[in-house]
Nanobody
C-alpha cells in the first residue's frame, strides 16, 4: 500500500533552518508530482511547495518563496524540503503527498488520497 513517512521536524529558533524528508513506497514515485503541505493548530491544511516528477517545475506559496527549497531524488523515492529563515508563522505539522501537477498544490488535489503521519516543525521566537 501507499506509504509516506515524513521526518526531520523539530524545535528551532527563529531564523534557523531545517530539512524535511519524505520517504515513500507503494507507488511509482517518479510518475507523480509531489508536494509539501502544512497545518498549523486550528487552521486548515495548506499547500507549501510542489514539484514536478522531473524536478524541472516547482511551485511555492508566497509566504515561503526565497526561504524554502523543494527537491526530490527519484532513485531514492524521497522528497525533501529545505527550510531557511524560519519564523514562528512556519510552526505547523508538515505533510507530504502526491499531486498531479505542481500548480495543483492544494490538499484537495492529493492524487493518491493518502497522507503520512506528518512531522512537527516548531519555531520559537
Amino acid at each position: 500500500q501507499v506509504q509516506l513517512v515524513e521526518s526531520g521536524g523539530g524545535l528551532v529558533q527563529a531564523g534557523g533552518s531545517l530539512r524535511l524528508s519524505c520517504t515513500t513506497s507503494g507507488f511509482t514515485f517518479s510518475d507523480y508530482a509531489m508536494g509539501w503541505f502544512r497545518q498549523a493548530p486550528g487552521q486548515a491544511r495548506e499547500g507549501v511547495s510542489c514539484i514536478l516528477w522531473s524536478g524541472s517545475t516547482k511551485y511555492y506559496t508566497n509566504s515561503v518563496k526565497g526561504r524554502f527549497s523543494i527537491s526530490r531524488d527519484n532513485a531514492k523515492n524521497t522528497l525533501y524540503l529545505q527550510m531557511h529563515s524560519l519564523s514562528p508563522e512556519d510552526t505547523a505539522m508538515y505533510y507530504c503527498a502526491a499531486v498531479h501537477y505542481p500548480d495543483q498544490c492544494t490538499p484537495r488535489h492529493n492524487a493518491l488520497d493518502t497522507w503520512g503521519q506528518g512531522t512537527m516543525v516548531t519555531v520559537s521566537s
